[in-house]
């Protein structure tokens, strides 16, 4: 696989100068010649590496020559600069005490030993900035890294950082994105960290779990953490020699269903369940009884859109929790990835981590019957449902916490029979669970005023496309009313024996709710998140003002009912976004609009005039 220099990318005044080479910059370019190279190979996993059918089979391949002697030049002088810096502590009255770092070492050389080991966090950062996996980002005129995602692809064109330039993927910036997260990570106390397989730990007592588990088949992590073991290994070997005395990171034990380790999907599958089954029923055993455990679950977003919250990986995993003794207690949504994450434009990133709260199983614990374990979901599972929602649980994440309370009836009895006496499944269990929300939403439905339920009805039949006036006449008068009452009402136009929902853009952006003397809440609700999208949170803060409290939590339970119709029902990414978006901020608009006085407004507003 060859390289040709197309482009050289200059700092201008404020701007990016794009600069066509010449033969003497591309000799100048490909004239390095590194003296090493990682040579481990690159996995068989063609769904995580992409560039072995191309010929980039080994870590080593992934690095242009130049790319490679800058790496190895950086790592040859952590190990100057450690010596250095033992020298320079021990000149400044640091403690003499030799012992490494490994052994608890406080002194010159512990302290050294420290700075070697974040240098290598510098080097790894520049290793993912410096590969020609990496592309340019042409709306921002600056690198992309290697791992946008947690795998790597095959790049046709590629950008190569100059590494003293100051730029992105520099050796400065790297350096300061470390030492800006040593300090502000604050410890309570001293910690220690051991290296041990979960299926066999000893815990110790009264111990708090928290744990972030392996998600199935997601991320392979082993795999993927080659490409940055090779390059820790050469800097920190000397500190570590038992961690680095391996050739690469092991991987036969790692919990991942990974179909080309084992063999096949069944098998991958096996593997997982009876692995994480070992390792959570270790956690459960030695579990104090004082305290909850936390385990965190992450969602792909193709997995929640194929298959809903019963998928096969979250089944799977909460499967494995609730066989190894533990009964889930709750199940909270947690933002845990930067918001600049890829994600497809359009579509309603989920909180992407659940974060699972687990308590023992009590030794008293019941089986019931399918019946029963139905009529108690019925009877616990709508007030929790609620509450999520005064939380101002978005939409979007609604599906995953409403597992909490729903798991929480599920897993504290013994079994849930089904009629042939088999348990029940949690997939099934999770089935149901999502039936119970959709009948809660559902129910919303029958709270609003007649022209918003007939607009929410045709919007579902329909959304803003149009349909017959003789389909629309049967909907409203169903309802006691007509297609009059609710054209009347702003919601609707009516014209050529069709009907049709007005899209945001079409209503009246002057709309005041207390001079409507037709005010419905689906009015109330679209025109929030049109102000909300132009004007801002102020401006939608003191429209909820004028709205009042009442009908601002019945616009809030519309949000969530029209978001549902949208990624369920009709499938409209965009359209979902704006009720998910206007539930994200609801606690700021409420903020907001407890501070807005509506007598200054109106006062203001009569100067205008």
């Not at 947690?334 to 989920?350: C, H, K």
């Not at 045709?458 to 149009?466: A, I, L, R």
């Not at 009907?499 to 207390?514: G, N, T, Y």
Request: proline fraction near 5%.
């Amino acid at each position: 696989m060859g390289q040709k220099l197309i482009a050289i990318v200059a700092e201008g005044n404020r701007t990016r100068a794009y600069v066509a080479p010449s033969e003497h910059h591309e000799q100048i370019a490909l004239a390095a010649k590194p003296e090493w190279e990682p040579e481990t190979n690159l996995p068989n996993d063609p769904r995580n590496f992409w560039t072995i059918d191309y010929g980039l089979t080994t870590f080593g391949d992934l690095f242009t020559d130049r790319q490679l002697v800058a790496l190895n030049t950086f790592s040859d002088l952590v190990h100057e600069a450690r010596s250095q810096i033992e020298a320079d502590a021990l000149a400044g009255n640091l403690s003499d005490d030799c012992s490494p770092l490994r052994d608890g070492g406080t002194g010159a050389k512990a302290y050294a030993e420290a700075v070697a080991i974040y240098s290598a966090f510098a080097i790894t950062k520049m290793a993912d900035r410096g590969s020609s996996i990496c592309t340019w980002d042409s709306s921002r005129s600056s690198l992309r890294n290697t791992f946008g995602r947690q795998a790597i692809p095959m790049t046709w064109d590629f950008a190569e950082g100059n590494p003293f330039s100051g730029s992105t993927g520099s050796w400065e910036p790297c350096v300061e994105w470390t030492w800006k997260a040593i300090v502000n990570l604050v410890p309570g106390s001293i910690g220690i960290e051991k290296q041990h397989d979960a299926q066999t730990v000893e815990y110790p007592k009264n111990v708090v779990i928290s744990t972030d588990p392996p998600y199935y088949d997601n991320i392979g992590y082993a795999d993927l953490s080659d490409f940055f073991f090779c390059w820790m290994k050469p800097v920190v070997r000397p500190v570590y020699p038992e961690i680095f005395e391996i050739l690469a990171t092991p991987k036969s034990e790692e919990l991942v269903a990974t179909p080309y380790r084992h063999g096949g999907k069944n098998s991958a599958e096996k593997f997982f369940m009876s692995g994480m089954g070992k390792a959570v029923a270790n956690m459960a055993l030695q579990s104090s009884e004082l305290y909850p455990s936390t385990i965190y679950y992450a969602f792909k977003q193709s997995e929640i859109a194929q298959e809903g919250i019963s998928s096969t990986g979250w089944a799977t995993f909460l499967q494995a929790v609730v066989e190894a003794g533990y009964a889930v207690v709750g199940t909270w949504p947690l933002r845990t990835e930067m918001a600049n994450r890829m994600v497809a434009s359009g579509t309603n990133a989920l909180a992407n981590s659940v974060v699972l709260v687990c308590r023992k199983l009590e030794l008293t614990a019941e089986t019931i019957t399918r019946a029963e374990f139905i009529r108690t979901l019925k009877r616990e599972l709508p007030p929790a449902i609620a509450e999520l929602q005064a939380a101002n649980v978005s939409p979007a994440d609604m599906p995953q916490s409403a597992i909490g309370p729903g798991m929480g009836v599920f897993s504290r009895y013994r079994a849930v029979l089904e009629a042939d006496d088999s348990p029940m499944t949690v997939k099934t269990a999770l089935q149901l669970i999502n039936a119970e929300l959709d009948e809660f939403l559902n129910d919303l439905h029958g709270e609003f005023d007649a022209d918003t339920r007939f607009a929410a009805t045709w919007f579902e039949q329909h959304g803003t496309d149009k349909g017959d006036y003789g389909a629309a006449d049967n909907l409203a008068r169903a309802r006691g009313i007509s297609v009059e009452s609710v054209k009347h009402a702003g919601i609707v136009d009516s014209s050529a024996g069709k009907v049709r929902i007005l899209k945001r853009a079409e209503l009246d952006a002057e709309w005041d709710p207390a001079s409507d003397d037709h005010l419905t809440i689906w009015e109330c609700c679209q025109h929030l998140i049109r102000v909300l999208e132009n004007d801002g949170e102020y401006a939608a803060a003191v429209l909820l003002k004028k709205l009042g409290p009442d009908r601002a939590e019945m616009v809030k339970d519309l949000a969530y009912y029209l978001y549902d119709i949208c990624s369920n029902k009709r499938q409209d990414a965009k359209e979902a976004t704006s009720y998910n978006g206007l539930i994200a901020v609801w606690t700021e608009l409420t903020r907001q609009a407890a501070t807005v006085r509506l007598d200054d407004l109106n006062r203001q507003s009569t100067l205008d005039i």
